[in-house]
Structure formats: C-alpha cells, structure tokens
C-alpha cells in the first residue's frame, strides 16, 4: 500500500556484470538513500582510481544519447545505461537511491530490467519521512522530428502508448499500451530485452562499442529470423523494450510522471530532447503529491 511518502531501499543490493558496451566486468551497489536525495549515481565508492565524482539522475546531467543514455560531472566522471535501472526504480516505486559503481557504465545482465527489478524487490522498500511527488502533465506538449513523435496529455493515472515500425520482418510494426498501475502491464515491461542487428553489431564491435553484446544480454535479429534460439520471451518485446527505455529516460524529469505518454518510433536522443521540452515549457507540468492508492499502481513499494 502506498503511504504517501516517499521511499527509499530498506536493504543494500549488489548486482555483478559486464557493461554492454565497454565489455568490461563491473558491480553496482544499490544503497539506501535520504528524502529528497533522488537517485544518485557514486563513482567514488567502488572505485579505488581518482574520485569521479556523483552524478544527479536528472536530464541536466546527460551528455550522450547514441546507444544508451549517459550521465555526466564537471568532474568528467560519466556512467552510461542507466536506463534500465531508472526503469526500475520507477515501476517498483523507489524515489531515492544509492547508485554505487566501479565502471563507466551499468551492467547490462540479461538485457532487460528483470534483474534490477528482482534486486530491488528482494532489497526491499523503506518508507521517507517525506511526501512523495510525482509531475503531473497540466497541458499537451509534442516534440515531432519527421516520423518519429511523443506527446505527453494530462491523463488521471499514468499510461504509455509506444508504436515502433522497422524495416526487418522480424520486428515490423508493433504497437503497446501499457496502464503503470497493472501488475499485468509491469511484468511485461520488465522482462522484455534490449534487441540489434546483426548487421550493425558487427558494425557496433569496429567503432568499438557493443563489445560485451550477445545473445545472452540481446535479442539479435537478422532479416526475418531471431537468431536466439529460445524466441522471444513476449510476441511485442521490442515495443514493450523501447516502453521500458522510454520509462526510464522519462525518470530523468525528476519524478514519476502523471499523464499519458504517445510516442511513435522512441528512442534515447527524442526520449531526453521531449523531457527537456516538457520541464522548459512553463506551466506543462507541475510535481504534486501521490494519492494514496491500493496495490499494484506504478510507484508502489513492493513488499509492503
Ligand atoms: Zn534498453
């Protein structure tokens, strides 16, 4: 049950893997975290190198959208795919959170956000003595960049509608809707992998990047085949995959958003361009108290 407070982790979590791009092994520490405090990515802690700095989810801090969504310092400290985690802070309904790493980048584990979700629900939620605040959409705002589109509506309760159209048969047109308050909607989402080509991995691995890619942590398609050999874990796991990203860029506002999300072809360079837009834009939006509700919505804490 939701209390209205905002919460935090009511336990540590450590998460062990490679990162997606760098190849890299690296650990992540999910700690408690104070009211208000957000959530906050320490490069410090684990790292025994120069301090690195902390570095603020939030939209001022990001600093590349090719691939992954990346954060930055002043300090030139950066840590990429954070969006996964961002996901499931948001769909388990963390506010504040300890973000302790020793790489550049997240651990991609199995490409989806089950394993953060997992680690987070084991961890546990803890109530702050804080209201817990969510950004209301007051008015509609669209960014439109040729076919590719996301417009945010005033909706009582939170709902994401993401259309993807590729060229390769084996993902084609899909379309999701997703209610944040259904259980249904959220083990879908979390589940759903990170998916290339397998033309543009070989591509990825020559400019350096996607190196600890496989078909472990991705979906890899090529023409009409999935080259998994277990499938698909849902028949819309693309959609649903760029729902998750786009839920995760989303967290970057600041706060769970309150409203209804359309967007068509999303992807991390729109997702952040739209939160700029939607926090620029005076009076589109204003971060009000959660009402209290039953089990199940978005931002309840699991466990209680
Ligand atoms: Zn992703």
Partial sequence: MRTGLQTTLAREAVLEGVGLHSGAPCKVRLRPARADDGIVFDLAALSSGPSRGRIRACIDSVIDTRLCTRLGNDAGGSIGTVEHLLAAATVIGVDNLLVEIDGDELPILDGSASPYVDALEEAGVASCQAPHRRLRILERVELVDGARSIIAE???????????????????????????????????????????????????????????????????????????????????????????????????????????????????????????????????????????????????????
Avoid: W
């Avoid at 993807?164 to 249904?184: F, H, K």
């Avoid at 999935?226 to 499938?231: E, F, M, P, T, V």
């Avoid at 698909?232 to 995959?241: G, I, K, M, S, V």
């Avoid at 729109?270 to 089990?295: D, H, I, M, Q, Y």
């Fill in 154 to 304: 005033p909706y009582d309760g939170a709902v994401i509608e993401v259309s993807i159209d590729y060229a390769d048969p084996a993902i084609g047109v899909q379309t999701v809707v997703l209610d944040l308050s259904d259980g249904e909607s959220l083990k879908r989402l979390k589940r759903a992998r990170t998916f290339c080509r397998l033309a543009d991995v070989e591509a990825m691995r020559k400019a350096g990047l996607s190196r600890g890619g496989s078909l472990d942590n991705a979906i890899v398609v090529d023409g009409d085949k999935i080259l998994n050999q277990s499938g698909l874990r849902d028949p819309q796991e693309f959609a649903l995959h760029k729902a998750l990203d786009l839920i995760g860029d989303l967290r970057l506002a600041g706060a769970p958003i309150e409203g209804r999300i359309v967007a068509v072809r999303p992807g991390h360079d729109l997702n952040t361009r739209f939160v700029k837009r939607l926090l620029e834009r005076g009076g589109a939006c204003e971060l009000v108290p959660a009402r209290v509700s039953g089990s199940g919505a978005l931002g309840e804490p699991a466990g209680e």
